[in-house]
């Protein structure tokens, strides 16, 4: 296996050195952007092909202070993107540490026939501050280190090269010959022929005036619910790559000069789905209030302002969280399936990521589960989250990328299969666990755990029993004593001979009723004596109470009565019996309160 593999690394070193002769680059056109925080090349070759037959591979190579740190290489024929992919060799001849790629055109070019493409590298990471440490207050200025000419396995008729730069102030370049100068821009307009693998180093010292906002990692989880939200979850530690901040740090100066922010920045602006709701923003400490939110019908904008200023070399870390709905992100396929698409990146527009890696937890269920990824070099693995009622956990897709840009900030799909019974399987264990809980708890109030059974625990159940039917006895009680308040009042009503001729017939009502209630109460005193003879006396004792109470109640309505009949004035009839009325009315109330006393026990 080893001697094929060294076979196989062999012969694609002799194809890319083959390569090498097959075209002549008539003319290349180098324009390097520094004017961001990274910096992108764009090389226009015009290139010919010199071989005696059709030719689809180009090779582009870079030195090996840019090679390690391109985050996205393209290669466009009229914005038409073509196959690249990395040479784990480069061609003979090559210089150490370079880094070479291989293009292959979608149409071959055909001998002796000529093409012209744009290879664009966005670099990260490639300025180097000088000095390395600033104070409060002072300009942040970085060199940036190339080849002067592009570096190439093909001889190069023509070339030129421009850089662009963020502001005029520029400290030194070099080389200086041959180079114009002109606001933010240094020029090499004629580079003349060179042959391949030229090398000469390009070297430029400016001002940079932009801070250098880089995420060294950046997590971000995508949970779906099928219940009607997709949960998003970005935890991100944050630094201010650029000049390190050295001596003390004023915040009186910060707020009040504009020199005193320098290389810092205070925030980064999120640009959010419009759907974006149930936002939070949050670190170690807790909830950070100092944000502000824009809902626009593209877009949610949020300004991220941290809890202090990012320094050069200081760094923070924060949480970011927001919800939208499945609709607009999930979607049904053919077969049952469902496709997700969410962006892959971070929602920050001016910042590079060093590591990324993106979540994304589907339903516990899911199954056939399959990512469609906007480029290459994306590692994918697979983990399991348990959260609430899961039993199997939920599958989780991990995506890792170093060294991402926003323009890679693309939306990835993922596609899976999930049931019905899959979304249900939760509510369903929910009902189950409380409806097994409900049952456990009846059969236990049902179950006698009593090891053995003395005389004192008979005695107490027997007594809890009683008391049972004592609670049901005071309903009669009760009724008892409503009748004896209307006997109570029905004396307090007789104030003429009429009403004292009817009050005996009336008395009697309530007597039978009286004694009715008496009757159905005495089944319950039989199973009272029957359970616990010591209560059914007390209980039997209340009850003969209130054939006392009911024949005092009817004596003081015959006496009023017969003073009414003696032409008594009805007031002072009242008030020869009032003390009697009050004895009596308290005597009533004095036996429900026995009743209820008796009842508890």
Same mark, same amino acid.
């Given at each position: 296996m080893s001697r094929l593999c060294t076979v196989l690394v062999l012969a694609a070193w002799l194809v890319a050195s083959a390569a090498a002769a097959d075209f002549v680059i008539e003319n290349a056109s180098r324009r390097i952007n520094l004017?961001?925080?990274?910096? !992108?090349?764009?090389?226009? #070759? /015009?290139?010919k092909n010199t071989a005696g037959s059709d030719l689809s591979n180009f090779v582009v190579c870079y030195p090996g202070s840019l090679a390690p740190r391109i985050a996205v290489l393209k290669v466009l024929?009229? !914005?038409?993107? /073509?196959?690249v992919k990395a040479l784990e060799q480069a061609p003979q001849g090559a210089p150490a540490d370079v880094g070479c790629h291989q293009a292959t055109f979608k149409s071959p070019v055909k001998a002796g026939a000529t093409i012209e493409f744009d290879v664009v590298a966005t670099v990260t990471g490639v300025f180097k501050p000088n000095p390395a440490k600033i104070g409060q207050g002072e300009k942040q200025y970085v060199e940036y280190y190339d080849n002067l000419y592009l570096l190439s396995p093909y001889e190069v008729t023509e070339q030129s090269s421009t850089v662009l730069l963020p502001t005029s102030d520029v400290k030194s370049y070099s080389p200086e010959d041959g180079a114009s100068k002109s606001g933010s821009k240094v020029s090499y307009t004629k580079l003349g022929r060179q042959a391949p693998w030229a090398l000469q180093q390009l070297k430029v010292h400016f001002h940079h005036d932009k801070p250098f906002k880089r995420i060294n990692s950046l997590v971000r989880e995508i949970e779906v619910s099928h219940w009607g939200n997709i949960y998003?979850?970005?935890?991100?530690? #944050?630094?201010?790559?650029?000049?390190q901040h050295t001596g003390k740090f004023s915040r009186l100066l910060y707020a009040h000069s504009p020199e005193g922010k320098g290389n810092s920045f205070p925030d980064v602006v999120a640009h959010l789905p419009a759907a974006a709701h149930s936002l939070y923003y949050k670190d170690i400490i807790g909830n950070i209030s100092s944000s502000d939110t824009t809902h626009t019908t593209k877009e949610t904008v949020i300004e991220v302002r941290l809890r202090y200023p990012l320094m050069g070399g200081w760094k923070t870390d924060f949480t970011l969280g927001y919800s939208v709905p499945l609709e607009g992100f999930l979607y049904r396929r053919p077969k049952g399936k469902l496709r997700l698409l969410m962006e892959l990146s971070t929602s920050f527009n001016d910042v590079w990521v060093e590591q990324l890696t993106t979540r994304v937890v589907l339903p516990e269920g899911a199954q056939h589960i399959k990512a469609s990824l906007p480029f290459a070099g994306i590692e994918q693995s697979w983990d399991k989250k348990f959260t609430y009622l899961d039993t199997a956990g939920r599958p989780v897709l991990v995506l890792s990328k170093s060294n991402v840009v926003p323009e890679q900030n693309k939306p990835f799909a993922v596609d899976y299969s999930f049931t019905f019974t899959g979304m249900m399987r939760e509510p369903l264990l929910l009902i189950s666990v409380f409806a097994a809980f409900f049952a456990a708890v009846a059969v236990y109030n049902r179950l006698d755990f009593t090891i053995t059974r003395d005389?004192? =625990?008979?005695?107490?159940?027997?007594?809890?029993?009683?008391?049972? @039917?004592? /609670?049901?006895?005071?309903?009669?009680?009760?009724?008892e004593a409503d009748v004896l308040d209307r006997l109570v009042k029905l004396t307090h009503s007789v104030s003429n001979r009429p009403l004292a001729d009817a009050a005996p017939a009336n008395r009697h009502a309530l007597e039978a009723e009286l004694k009715q209630l008496d009757d159905q109460s005495k089944v319950l005193l039989a199973q009272v004596d029957a359970l616990s003879p010591k209560l059914a006396a007390a209980a039997r004792s209340h009850a003969d109470k209130s054939k006392v109470l009911l024949a005092r109640a009817a004596k003081l309505l015959s006496d009023k009565s017969e003073l009414i009949k003696k032409d008594v004035a009805a007031h002072e009839a009242s008030s020869r019996?009032?003390?009697?009325?009050?004895?009596?009315?308290?005597? @009533?109330?004095? =036996? @429900?309160?026995?009743?209820?006393l008796l009842a508890q026990g």
């Open positions: 004017k961001n925080t990274w910096a !992108k090349a764009i090389d226009t #070759i /015009q290139a024929i009229k !914005k038409e993107k /073509q196959d998003v979850e970005e935890t991100y530690e #944050i630094q201010n790559a650029g000049a005389e004192k =625990w008979l005695e107490r159940q027997s007594l809890d029993k009683a008391l049972g @039917v004592i /609670q049901q006895l005071t309903k009669y009680w009760d009724s019996l009032a003390g009697t009325m009050l004895q009596l009315e308290q005597a @009533v109330r004095e =036996w @429900v309160d026995e009743g209820a």
